[in-house]
C-alpha cells in the first residue's frame, strides 16, 4: 500500500512545462523536513475536486497556526516504512539495529504528533479541526515500541548488556573468563620475558582467541599454536597450550552471545511486526504534515494567502509570480529589486482579457502568475498575493514562448498553428487559456485577422482566455465586443524596468520605436521609422499616451487621498484616546471628591449619635447608623457606576429623566425649596433655558433649575379641556360619576421588565386608565437598566400621554435608572 494517497480527479491537461510547474514544485519542496515530505510534494497536481481542495488549504492554514505559535512538529525520523514493516511481519525475520533505531525514532515522531494534538496549548485549544480529524485514526500509542528498541539498542547500534538476563549472564561470564585467560598469559609472558623469548608484555587478540608475542627464532621454546606473524616476520602470535580450552570456553559463550542477540533482534523485529499497522498509518499521516508544513513555510516566506473558490470569478490582488521572486532574491544584483504585485479580475460576464502594451512590459508574466497561482491553488498550494479567488479549471492551456529567447525567435508558424489547434479541440467552459503574442511569427495583417478570429472563437467556446499582443486590431476588438477586457503592461519609461503593473480598461501602446530610441538605436532609423509610420497608427499612440497619462494622474490623487484619509484615522483614533483618558481622569477625580464628601457624611452622622447621652438609645442609633451608611454607601456606588456607564456608552443620550438630582417640570407658580439658601420660594416665570425669576417674600432673585432641591407645592393647573372626563362634567344635562378601584386591586407600580418595548407600551396604557380612574396620584413603573431600550421607549411613551403630569428618574432606594416615577394628573 502507497504511503502516499493519489491526488483525486487530478486535471488531465495541463501544460506544465510551459506553466514551470515542476520548477515550481521544486521550490516548494525546500521547506519539507524529510525525503517523503519532499516527495509528496513534488507528487502535487492540480484537481478538480473542490472538497479535496478546501480541506488541503484548511489544513495548511492549520499547520500555519501550529508555525506561528512556534510549535516543533515531530518530523526528524519521518521515513516510509512500508518495506520495514512488511519484513518484520515474516516469520523469525530480524531486523538490523540501524533498521530497529529508525523504526524508533519513527514510532516516537507519531507518538509526540498524537500527544501534541490531545493535549493542545491554551492559545490553539479547538483551532485545530482538520488536523484532529487527520490523525483520529491513530489511536494505538508507539511510544512503548519505541521505549522497548531505545532501551535494548545503543546509540552505537549495539545491544545493553541488560537487553536480556540471558545476555547479562553471558557477557558477565565472558568477562570472568577473559580475565582468566589474561592471568594465564600474563603469567606465560613474563616467563618467556625471562628467558629472552619475548620482545614486550603484550597481550593481543587473533581471530577471536587471546595470544602472546613470541620472536621468531625462539617460537619453538613455545609450546602452543601460532596464529599468524607481524609483517616483518620477526614476530609470531602463539596461543600457550594452556590456555586453548579456557579459549575455546571464551569462542564458545561468543557464540551464545550471538545467538542471543539473534534471538533479541527477532523478538524485536515481531514487535515491530505488531505495530506495522500503526506505524505505516502514522507515517502516513506525518508524511501528509511534512506536505502541509512545506507548503505553510513557503506559505510563511513568499506572503501567501489560501484562495477563494468561486465559479464566477477570477479575482488575484497583489499577486506575485514566486519563481521570479526566488530569481530576484537569489541574484541579489539590485539590493532593492522586487516583484511588482499584479491585480486582475475576470468574472463570468467579462472572461477574456486583452493584454497590450510594450515588449518588455510583463505580459508573458502576467499571464504566467495567473496560470502557475490557479494551478497552486488548485494543488492545495497557498498562493503569493494579498488576495485570491478562482474557479476550479479542467484544463490549463498555453501557447506561451519566451520573446527573449533565440530558439522561440526562430519556432515556426506552424508549431504555433498546431498547438493552438490542439488547445481548441480541449478548451470548454472550465478551461484558462493562455496565448502568448497571438498572431505573431506571419504577416501582420494576416495574423491580425487570424488573431481576431482565434480569440473569438475562445470567446464563443466559454473558456476563460488571457491573450497577449500587439495588434491593434486585437485592442478594436476587445473594445468592441461584449464580454472582453482590455488591459495595458508596461515598462517604467525611465528605466525600461518592466513594471509589471495592470491597467484594466485601456489597451496599451507597444511603442516600439519608443523603446528602440531608449535603447540607443541610430536616430537616423528611428526618423525614418516614425516617418513610415500611418497616421492613423500616430494618433491612436497619441491617443493612448494621453489616455495612460490621466490614469497615472488620477492613480496619484487616489493614493493621495487615500493617505490623507489614513492621517485623518490616525488623528481621529489619537483624539479619541485622549478623550478616552480625559473621561477616565475625570471620573477619577469625581470619585475621589464624592469619597471625600461621603466620608465627611459619615463623620458627622457618628459624631451626632455620640452626642446623644442615653447609652442604650446611642448603641441603637449607632448601629442603625452603620447600617444605612453602608446602604447609602453601596447605593451611591451602584448609582455613580450606572451614570459613568451610561454616559460612556450613550445610553442616556436623549433622555432628561436620567439625571434624578435635577427638578423637572417646574412651572409658574410653583413652590420650591432653594438649596443655596434652604427657603421656599415661588417660581414666577423661566428666563432662559434652566433659568428661573422667583419671588421670596418681596424679593426677587434669578436661579438655575440646579439650585432648586425640591417642588414643595406645585401650581393648581387650569381645566384641562382635553380631560373627558371634565368635558363631560361640564355637559348640561350629564352627570359622571366614577367609583374608585378597590385598593387591593390597585397596585402602585407595574413591573415591565422582560417585555419588549411594544408589549410594555400595550400594557402600561392600560396601567395608566386604571391608575387614573383610581385616583393615584403617582405610581412607579419597572423597566430594569439593561441597555437602556426599554428604558427609552418607556418615557418616550410616556412624555405624551395625557394622564401623565411629569416623569423623574427614580432615587436610587426606589430603583435609580431601573424604575420611572409618574405623577397623575388630578
Known amino acids: ?56 488549504h484548511q489544513l495548511t492554514g492549520e499547520v500555519r497556526l501550529l508555525l506561528e505559535e512556534q510549535v516543533s512538529i515531530p518530523l526528524g525520523g519521518l521515513f516510509d516504512p512500508t518495506q520495514l514493516a512488511a519484513k518484520a511481519q515474516i516469520p523469525e525475520a530480524a531486523l538490523e539495529a540501524a533498521e530497529l533505531q529508525s523504526i524508533a525514532r519513527l514510532a516516537y515522531d507519531i507518538a509526540s504528533w498524537q500527544s501534541l494534538l490531545r493535549e493542545p496549548s491554551a492559545r490553539l485549544a479547538g483551532k485545530l479541526p482538520g488536523l484532529s480529524q487527520l490523525s483520529a485514526t491513530l489511536t494505538i500509542s508507539l511510544r512503548p515500541l519505541a521505549e522497548s528498541i531505545e532501551r535494548k539498542i545503543l546509540p552505537d547500534g549495539s545491544l545493553a548488556d541488560d537487553a536480556s538476563p540471558e545476555l547479562h549472564r553471558i557477557r558477565r561470564e565472558q568477562e570472568r573468563q577473559q580475565r582468566v585467560i589474561e592471568e594465564s598469559l600474563r603469567s606465560a609472558l613474563r616467563r618467556l620475558a625471562g628467558e629472552g623469548a619475548t620482545q614486550e608484555e603484550l597481550i ?60 533479541i533482534f527477532v523478538a524485536l523485529t515481531r514487535q515491530v511486526g505488531g505495530y506495522a499497522t500503526a506505524l505505516v498509518d502514522g507515517a502516513r499521516v506525518l508524511a501528509l504534515v511534512d506536505s502541509l508544513q512545506a507548503r505553510a513555510r513557503f506559505a510563511r516566506n513568499y506572503d501567501c494567502v489560501a ?138 495583417e494576416e495574423g491580425s485577422a487570424l488573431a481576431v478570429a482565434v480569440a473569438r472563437f475562445f470567446l464563443d467556446s466559454g473558456a476563460w482566455s488571457l491573450i497577449s499582443t500587439h495588434h491593434t486590431s486585437l485592442k478594436v476588438y476587445a473594445a468592441n465586443t461584449e464580454g472582453v477586457l482590455n488591459a495595458a503592461a508596461g515598462v517604467d519609461e525611465v528605466t525600461l524596468v518592466p513594471n509589471y503593473q495592470l491597467r484594466l480598461g485601456v489597451p496599451g501602446a507597444s511603442a516600439g520605436i519608443a523603446t528602440a530610441e531608449r535603447l540607443g538605436l541610430n536616430p537616423a532609423i528611428i526618423t525614418a521609422a516614425r516617418q513610415r509610420l500611418g497616421s492613423q497608427q500616430v494618433d491612436i499612440a ?96 451602584e448609582s455613580f457606576n450606572q451614570t459613568v456607564v451610561a454616559h460612556r ?15 423637572k417640570h417646574i412651572s409658574t407658580g410653583d413652590q420650591v425649596r432653594l438649596k443655596s439658601m434652604g427657603k421656599t420660594a415661588t417660581i414666577q416665570r423661566e428666563i432662559e433655558k434652566d433659568v428661573f425669576e422667583v419671588a421670596l417674600g418681596p424679593i426677587k432673585m434669578r436661579i438655575k433649575r440646579d439650585d432648586i432641591a425640591e417642588i414643595v407645592k406645585a401650581a393648581q393647573p387650569p381645566a384641562d379641556r382635553s380631560d373627558p372626563l371634565a368635558a363631560a362634567r361640564r355637559t348640561r344635562g350629564v352627570h359622571v360619576s366614577v367609583t374608585p378601584a378597590n385598593s387591593d386591586d390597585m397596585r402602585m407600580e407595574i413591573n415591565l421588565i422582560g417585555r419588549t418595548v411594544d408589549e410594555a407600551t400595550d400594557e402600561l396604557e392600560k396601567y395608566l386608565d386604571r391608575a387614573f380612574l383610581a385616583g393615584l396620584p403617582r405610581v412607579r413603573i419597572i423597566h430594569g437598566h439593561g441597555a437602556g431600550i426599554l428604558r427609552r421607549g418607556v418615557r418616550e411613551f410616556l412624555k405624551s400621554h395625557p394622564h401623565v403630569a411629569t416623569i423623574a428618574e427614580a432615587p436610587q432606594n426606589e430603583g435609580g435608572q431601573g424604575a420611572t416615577l409618574v405623577e397623575l394628573r388630578q
Open 1 to 56: 500500500m502507497p504511503l502516499l494517497d493519489p491526488i483525486p480527479t487530478p486535471v488531465a491537461h495541463a501544460d506544465r512545462q510551459a506553466l514551470e510547474w515542476e520548477p515550481l514544485l521544486t521550490l516548494v519542496s525546500t521547506f519539507a523536513s524529510s525525503s517523503v515530505g519532499r516527495t509528496a510534494i513534488l507528487a502535487l497536481q492540480p484537481s478538480t475536486d473542490q472538497t479535496w481542495i478546501t480541506r488541503q
Open 204 to 263: 593481543t587478540i587473533r581471530g577471536d582467541r587471546f595470544v602472546i608475542p613470541v620472536r621468531s627464532e625462539l617460537k619453538r621454546r613455545v609450546s602452543g599454536v601460532v596464529h599468524g606473524a607481524s609483517s616483518s616476520g620477526q614476530t609470531v602470535y602463539v596461543e600457550p597450550l594452556e590456555t586453548i580450552e579456557q579459549n575455546n570456553e571464551l569462542v564458545r559463550l561468543l557464540e551464545e552471545e550471538q545467538s542471543e542477540i539473534h534471538r
Open 307 to 444: 484562495p477563494n473558490l468561486s465559479p464566477d470569478l477570477l479575482h488575484v490582488e497583489g499577486a506575485r509570480h514566486p519563481l521570479l521572486e526566488k530569481r530576484l532574491r537569489a541574484t541579489g544584483a539590485r539590493p532593492n529589486a522586487a516583484v511588482v504585485p499584479l491585480t486582475l479580475e475576470l468574472t463570468r460576464r467579462h472572461r477574456q482579457l486583452i493584454i497590450s502594451g510594450p515588449n518588455t512590459g510583463g505580459k508573458t508574466v502576467t499571464l504566467k502568475t495567473v496560470a502557475l497561482l490557479s494551478m497552486m491553488a488548485q494543488a492545495g498550494i497557498p498562493v503569493p498575493a494579498g488576495a485570491a479567488s478562482f474557479p476550479i479549471f479542467d484544463a490549463f492551456l498555453a501557447d506561451i514562448g519566451d520573446a527573449q529567447s533565440i530558439e522561440e525567435a526562430l519556432s515556426t508558424f506552424s508549431a504555433h498553428i498546431t498547438n493552438l489547434d490542439r488547445l481548441a479541440r480541449l478548451a470548454d467552459r472550465n478551461s484558462l487559456v493562455l496565448l502568448d503574442e497571438l498572431g505573431s511569427a506571419t504577416d501582420p
Open 542 to 637: 497619441r491617443f493612448l499616451d494621453r489616455l495612460h497619462n490621466e490614469l497615472t494622474q488620477l492613480e496619484d490623487e487616489r493614493k493621495k487621498a487615500r493617505a490623507e484619509q489614513y492621517l485623518l484615522n490616525q488623528q481621529r483614533a489619537r483624539l479619541d484616546r485622549e478623550g478616552d483618558v480625559e473621561v477616565r481622569n475625570r471620573v477619577r477625580d469625581l470619585e475621589k471628591k464624592l469619597d471625600s464628601l461621603m466620608k465627611e457624611f459619615e463623620f458627622q452622622m457618628r459624631e451626632n449619635v455620640k452626642a446623644i447621652e442615653d447609652r442604650a438609645s446611642q448603641q441603637k442609633l449607632s448601629k442603625e447608623a452603620e447600617r444605612r451608611i453602608l446602604r447609602m454607601r453601596r447605593e451611591f456606588q
Open 649 to 663: 456608552t450613550g445610553a442616556d443620550n436623549g433622555d432628561a429623566n436620567a439625571q434624578p438630582h435635577v427638578v
